[in-house]
């Protein structure tokens, strides 16, 4: 949630600061600002609505300063306006502060702080901070140091960045709850809250933990903790080029997302199949084989998208490893008092590998004693640096707000989890053959599927009307039908619904009629039979339906008003086929409903609040 970035050195930091809020307006989009210190003091330009506002009122002539923050907002407290947005002062405008995360006490220091003669500007929560941080600095404190008593005295998540006139060419950053990390140039430096915003100009990166707090000047950086003991940090290099983070071509960011299935499902491979032994080499796990035995209860937890793809992981893993499993909610985790211990394997997912409510989640669970294992896609993220181990995606950057390859990767990844727990089990050497060869040959299968578009497309010409529409799926497909509908409600604003197929009669069915497409994912697996009474049951009604079917097929395709075909796998590997056609249908059906696919209204792509 939120962007943050900062710089200090010799350049002007205006566009800097510009140049990576647009690469990190995916993170929020709400409003933006920036902030530069100039000549002794420092001037704050803000603006409701995306970057291009921002910049639009800045013209062509952008304020001076080589020391400067800048933000772009997912709204959290106040609403998304000018005001409201950042970067926030203090009183007398000497000091300026961004901000993301929640802090949870702020009505009770807003008030205390009124008492003693602050005047408040804005709504928001962040600006409490601001207020704490010039009281301290009032009294003679160095920047760094009233910084960090600000923070002792607040409650929640915070990454933080913050300039002030006392020493106009250092930025000093802090993290709890929410991601910062420190980019180290030559000659400058640069604080962010993701890596996209800095690429351009270094790689070299230094992520900050729970707790710690940046001092950053053109020439050096020191790590300190909240009581200013400093700590020596490893620096990271980020391992993809700033071609990665671009469209490609593309129409959106989204479109070009789905068409790297088939490499992003390569990368996530890479490395890891072992056909000859029928399981997985997975060196990160940091558990040994002895441990895995001893585990005899797998807890997936994670939010949206990711929730469903651990839908997936528990159906693998309690099919081909015997293992018991259930999927909890991240949200709701830790609130509930979960019974989990030493033989308890507890497994996050989540793409960004900041989602406040995954890492609560695993925090909770190492507390209570259960092992934990990470499935993130970016690596050093919070959840990566926090588990014993896990599995890097390496699906590359997603910048779309709707996640799509990061989908299809962790989907592999439970698979490669699960071949692996199979195999130390009662999955034979010749099953466990056969899923490698079945994930082996997936990204060509997938660019298989992705070459029929143009159909998705003219089936999505004649859906871009509808206002509601079901989606169906049994077994291994209803975690698919769950995340086709929340692809389409996400970029399209169409009121959708995932439900398994034969709980359509329980409620659902008194929707149905000829004006409401019913989606179904019908490929020929286990439950085929089952699918296509559903599909008789919405006909007999004058429902429309849409289905996804493996090639060749007779049956579902006959009843099916509109159908598209994908190649035949396995059943554990089904969904990375049938979900392709519902990404590109909700894709092609927000595109001509004229929504803005990457950035849809009141989302943001990586969760950093509860």
Not at 57 to 70: Q, V
Request: with cysteine; proline share 4%; glycine share 10%.
């Amino acid at each position: 949630m939120c962007g943050i970035v900062g710089y200090t050195g010799p350049r002007q930091a205006a566009p800097l600061l510009l140049e990576g809020l647009r690469r990190l307006e995916y993170r929020g989009y709400d409003s933006a600002g920036l902030a530069l210190i100039d000549e002794g003091r420092i001037e704050v330009h803000k603006a409701a609505g995306k970057i291009s506002v921002l910049e639009k009122e800045l013209g062509k002539t952008l304020p001076a300063g080589r020391t400067g923050i800048a933000h772009t907002r997912w709204a959290t407290h106040g609403a998304p306006n000018t005001v409201n947005a950042h970067p926030h002062t203090d009183c007398g405008g000497a000091l300026a502060l961004v901000h993301n995360g929640i802090i949870e006490n702020a009505g009770t220091l807003r008030t205390a702080l009124g008492k003693r003669g602050h005047v408040f500007r804005s709504e928001t929560d962040t600006e409490v901070l601001a207020h704490l941080v010039e009281e301290l600095l009032a009294k003679g404190s160095p920047v760094v140091e009233a910084v960090a008593g600000a923070l002792h005295q607040v409650e929640g998540t915070y990454g933080i960045a913050v300039i002030s006139t006392r020493e106009p060419d250092t930025i000093v950053a802090a993290r709890r709850g929410s991601p910062l990390l420190v980019a180290i140039g030559t000659g400058e430096n640069f604080v962010a809250s993701d890596a996209s915003a800095v690429l351009a100009h270094t790689r070299s990166v230094v992520y900050l933990d729970d707790g710690e707090i940046a001092v950053v000047r053109p020439q050096d950086y020191h790590i300190l903790d909240l009581d200013s003991v400093e700590k020596e940090k490893a620096v990271t290099r980020v391992d993809w080029d700033l071609g990665t983070i671009e469209r490609g071509g593309h129409a959106h960011f989204m479109l070009k997302e789905i068409m790297e299935q088939p490499e992003s499902l390569r990368n996530t491979l890479r490395g890891h199949l072992l056909e000859e032994d029928g399981t997985a080499r997975l060196g990160g796990l940091n558990i040994d084989d002895g441990q895995l035995l001893q585990v005899n209860r797998i807890v997936f937890t994670a939010c949206g998208t990711s929730w469903h793809a651990a839908l997936i992981g528990e159906y693998m893993m309690e099919e081909l490893a015997r293992i018991p499993s259930e999927v909890e909610y991240a949200s709701e985790f830790r609130y509930r008092n979960p019974i989990v211990d030493e033989r308890t394997l507890v497994v996050g997912i989540s793409q960004s590998g900041e989602t406040a409510d995954t890492l609560a989640a695993l925090r909770e669970a190492k507390r209570r004693g259960a092992r934990t294992l990470g499935l993130v896609n970016v690596v050093g993220s919070t959840i990566a640096r926090e588990v014993e181990g896990g599995i890097y995606l390496h699906a590359g950057p997603e910048i779309g707000v709707a996640s799509t390859k990061a989908f299809t990767s962790q989907i592999a990844a439970l698979a490669l989890l699960t071949l692996k727990m199979g195999r130390l089990r009662a999955l034979s050497i010749l099953q466990g053959r056969e899923v490698v060869r079945a994930l082996g040959r997936l990204p060509i299968l997938v660019e298989r599927v992705l070459a029929k578009a143009p159909e998705v497309e003219r089936i999505a010409e004649r859906m871009m009307r509808a206002t509601n529409v079901l989606y169906l799926g049994r077994g291994y497909n209803f975690p698919v039908a769950l995340e086709g509908a929340l692809k389409l409600k996400e970029i399209s604003y169409i009121h959708a619904e995932g439900y398994p197929a034969a709980e359509m009669k329980h409620g659902p069915i008194a929707l149905i009629d000829d004006l409401m497409p019913v989606v179904f994912l019908a490929p020929k697996d286990a439950v085929y039979q089952k699918v296509v009474s559903n599909v008789e049951e919405v006909k007999a009604r004058g429902g429309r339906v849409i289905a996804v079917v493996t090639e060749g097929d007779g049956g579902v395709a006959k009843l099916a008003d509109h159908r598209i075909e994908v190649p035949e796998t396995l059943d554990v590997l089904a969904p990375i086929l049938t979900v392709l056609p519902l990404q590109l249908l909700a894709y092609y059906i927000a595109v001509r409903r004229g929504c803005d696919v990457d950035q849809p209204r009141n989302l943001a792509k990586s969760v950093t609040v509860e």
